[in-house]
């Protein structure tokens, strides 16, 4: 179990007194900083602590916004209550919830008539926390649940602003745990087993070692956190996570559906007649999280009589490392959305490993109820199967991927004549230019997402983000089911980032879009596709106007190589760059592999986007004196089956050559003090820019992973092992090149880190290694966070530190210019 603590804890290492910068701009002798939290510059306190923007839910029939009230980042009190740490799970074990890190709690709630723009606020009690919005579908009621002392409860509220519970004793560990019927009159929810008795106490006194074996079978196994650990884990988790299904009805009636189990996901078939369910079964792992625990999907009766064991599949230890592996056996098994009761999934052609030289690696199966005939085929698929959106018995698209090529295909199927499909496109999915955008998807009556068809039937909606060199317009438009063709309706304008949230009537000539510019907030308004006054329907405020003065702006510019690149330079509130002259910059930023020369070039101006930092955005160092240039591009390239990796400081060291070099050239960046940070793999970068060049000053590494031996099995976008590409694990390692440091660089990370890859060993070994080499390094651990800080306390804390670091290092002058290239 996690517990609080107050204090952080803060390690430091130096060859040389710390130099502090006075008011004056004189440098003196600074002691290390104490530890206990400390609040954040006041203009990025009061900023934090300003309630965030509400979210919006839009029942089905687009006629209500359900107006969500969100909590401000939560008390470190409030995150350091005693969790455990299961399969890969964190969950709280006073409520059988998930933990607090893996919620998003709101605290209110109000109906919007999208018309006439009427509200009316629910009633709930004071202090209410809830979670889990969900319209049912006629879209007459909301259900959520609502954190207790003791449990979870599930609560509806209807649009005339009454609200009210209808059950206890929710098991929320797996995620969300209840669904509405497609009828609207009852939810189907996951409970509490009645009467389970105590949790499982553990024996201090040992039983035995805990052994584990292998014998010659190969089972590769990528670096996960929150493990079982041994027989005392598996029983906790079989306690908390069991649960029970049960059909509660709107007055609170409720009917146990079934036998209990470890029910990781359900779901109600279009008519009501069928429930399709995932259970866990033994034998566990302590090298795999839950989700590769032997597995049942199974289809039985709305009341819980069995019907159809679609797979029975053993523990999923033995996949390829390789992002496309996959399980053998039926897999992904759904409802198809349009029909009455069909069961669809995915199968492997390739047994699951996705090198094998074939044509097709997927089909995608179908079997009508009452599931006694045999499963005919829907379709193949060159690539590994991703979604099948739904229309009708004439028209359904398939999509598959490869993340090896990075590339999509979209087939047009037809659900009545299943067995043949007909290639729509084949594109890099990665390319922002070419993104054709999405069907625009509505819940139908029974609840489920399904395309939205024109009037004459021959076409569907699509919408997209439209992105250019120019900025990105999202649009909606029509595309035709017989060759795919697209004709814009509508496209947003300058100076507006608009989406569109929904259509209003049949024919797509009035839509529900959320607009946002440079300077207005994001609201939502109606407008007609053919021009004409946007009706505001919300007037949200901005939530930080001491940002307001801050400027933006995209700017462009090449690699050695002539590989255009491009990044979002912020100045600061009132900057004058004759009065104030080049300024101390931070370069924050985080690599990204790519297939293709041209796509990784590709530049979307943002300067139609409404930027607001919030929880530990390095954003917030704007109040405090500082240029940011943010996310600048840092392609690694892999053309023509190279792979990227083999040069990632080759071409790490040429990016950002570039962003300073750019900044500096249009005057309002010092060369003399530049900073370089970034978060997980961000952070990793900011470690080998500090080990490979001289170009910064100083760095910010927030939980980030540095010595790759201790992800042997793939890490990020590397799927070769240590041992098939050890050369590239250890040059990309930062740790190897820790005697290399010679900037100060600040190492922050969660002491409860969740990540894939980031244990908070990795911080603590490389600051060992720094330390032990004379470098200039502090290392801060906050108590009981994940990968990304959650509590207000460490976000004030990081901020704070990040701010101290760059004041000391990179604010004051340079007694001389550093050099400017990589080493």
Excluded: C
Excluded at 399 to 416: I, L, M, Y
Excluded at 462 to 471: H, R, S
Excluded at 502 to 508: P, Q, S, T, V
Excluded at 755 to 781: C, D, H, W
């Amino acid at each position: 179990m996690l517990v609080g603590t107050r204090l952080v804890t803060v390690l430091l290492a130096t060859t040389a007194p710390l130099l502090a910068a006075t008011p004056s701009g004189a440098q003196t002798a600074a002691q290390p900083p104490a530890t206990g939290y400390h609040r954040a510059p006041d203009a990025i306190a009061r900023a934090l602590e300003t309630p965030p923007t509400p979210a919006v839910a839009l029942s089905p029939d687009h006629r209500t916004m359900a107006i969500l009230g969100r909590e401000n980042l939560p008390s470190i009190a409030n995150l350091s209550k005693p969790i455990l740490r299961l399969g890969g799970y964190r969950i709280d074990p006073a409520t059988n919830g998930q933990a607090e890190v893996r919620v998003q709690w709101l605290n209110a709630l109000s109906f919007q008539d999208v018309a006439s723009g009427r509200t009316v606020a629910v009633r709930l009690p004071q202090g209410t926390r809830f979670a889990a919005p969900d319209w049912s579908p006629d879209g007459a009621h909301l259900a959520f649940y609502v954190q207790e002392k003791d449990g979870l409860a599930l609560w509806v509220a209807d649009r005339d602003g009454t609200a009210r519970p209808v059950a206890k004793g929710l098991n929320g560990t797996f995620g969300t745990p209840f669904a509405w019927t497609p009828d609207s009159r009852a939810l189907i929810a996951y409970t509490v087993v009645a009467n389970r008795g105590a949790a499982p106490v553990a024996d201090s006194t040992p039983s035995g070692p805990v052994v584990q074996e292998s014998s010659g079978r190969t089972s590769a196994a990528r670096t996960y956190e929150d493990l079982l650990g041994d027989a005392h884990d598996e029983a906790l988790f079989d306690y908390y996570f069991t649960g029970q299904l049960a059909r509660i009805d709107l007055s609170g009636a409720v009917q146990p559906i079934g036998t209990p189990g470890l029910i990781t996901d359900f779901s109600v078939s279009p008519d009501g007649r069928y429930l399709l369910t995932e259970r866990l079964k033994r034998p566990y792992s302590y090298l795999l999280p839950a989700r590769f625990f032997p597995t049942e999907i199974a289809v039985a009766t709305i009341d819980g009589q069995p019907v159809r064991t679609l797979v029975d599949r053993p523990l999923a230890d033995d996949l390829p490392v390789d992002f496309d592996a996959t399980v053998k056996g039926p897999r992904e098994a759904e409802w198809r959305a349009d029909a009455p009761a069909t069961l669809v999934w995915a199968e492997a052609l390739d047994g699951g490993n996705p090198k094998a030289k074939i044509a097709f690696h997927d089909k995608v199966m179908m079997q009508v109820a009452p599931f006694d005939q045999p499963a005919v085929e829907l379709v193949k698929t060159p690539a590994r199967y991703a979604a099948t959106m739904w229309g009708d018995d004439g028209f359904a698209m398939v999509v598959d991927r490869e993340w090896r090529s990075r590339t999509e295909h979209r087939q047009a199927v037809a659900p009545g004549r299943p067995g043949e499909g007909r290639m729509l496109l084949t594109r890099n999915y990665q390319d922002q230019y070419g993104d054709p955008g999405r069907p625009v998807m509505e819940e139908n009556a029974a609840g489920k997402p399904v395309m939205r068809f024109t009037p004459g039937h021959d076409a569907v909606y699509v919408t997209g983000e439209g992105a250019t060199k120019a900025g990105a317009f999202p649009f909606l438009a029509t595309m035709t089911l017989a060759d795919g063709a697209q004709t814009r309706l509508w496209t947003a304008k300058p100076p507006y980032y608009e989406t569109v949230v929904a259509m209003l009537d049949d024919k797509g000539q009035r839509i529900l879009t959320r607009r946002e510019s440079a300077t207005q907030v994001p609201n939502y308004v109606i407008r007609t596709v053919k021009g004409g006054q946007a009706k505001a329907v919300t007037r949200f405020t901005d939530p930080a106007p001491v940002f307001a003065g801050v400027t933006q702006r995209t700017i462009t510019y090449n690699r050695a190589d002539g590989l255009p690149l491009s990044g979002s330079l912020y100045l600061p509130a009132g900057y004058d760059a004759k009065r104030d002259g080049p300024l101390p910059t931070l370069l924050w930023a985080y690599p990204a592999e790519f297939t293709d020369a041209k796509v990784a070039g590709q530049t979307v101006d943002q300067g139609n986007r409404f930027v607001r930092p919030r929880g530990i955005s390095h954003l917030f160092l704007l109040t405090q004196g500082y240029a940011i240039l943010d996310n600048p591009a840092m392609p690694i390239i892999g053309e023509g089956g190279a792979e990227a990796n083999d040069t990632y400081i080759q071409q790490l060291q040429a990016d950002a050559q570039a962003a300073v070099d750019a900044v500096v050239k249009l005057g309002v960046a010092d060369r003399s003090r530049m900073a370089v940070g970034g978060h997980s793999y961000g952070a990793f970068m900011t470690a080998n820019l500090l080990a490979h060049t001289d170009l910064f000053r100083a760095g910010i590494a927030r939980s980030g992973a540095y010595n790759r031996t201790l992800t042997p099995f793939g890490f990020q976008a590397e799927q070769r092992t240590y041992w098939q590409a050890t050369d590239t694990y250890t040059t990309m390692s930062p740790f190897t090149f820790a005697n290399r440091i010679k900037a100060p660089i600040l190492l922050i990370h969660g002491g409860a880190d969740d990540n894939s890859g980031t244990f908070p060993i990795q911080s603590e070994r490389m600051y060992a290694a720094l330390k032990g080499n004379g470098a200039t390094v502090r290392y801060v651990v906050l108590p009981n966070e994940p990968h990304g800080y959650r509590a207000l306390e460490s976000t004030e804390e990081t901020l704070w530190q990040m701010t101290d670091w760059l004041d000391r290092y990179v604010k004051p002058k340079a007694p001389a210019a550093p050099a400017t290239s990589a080493r």
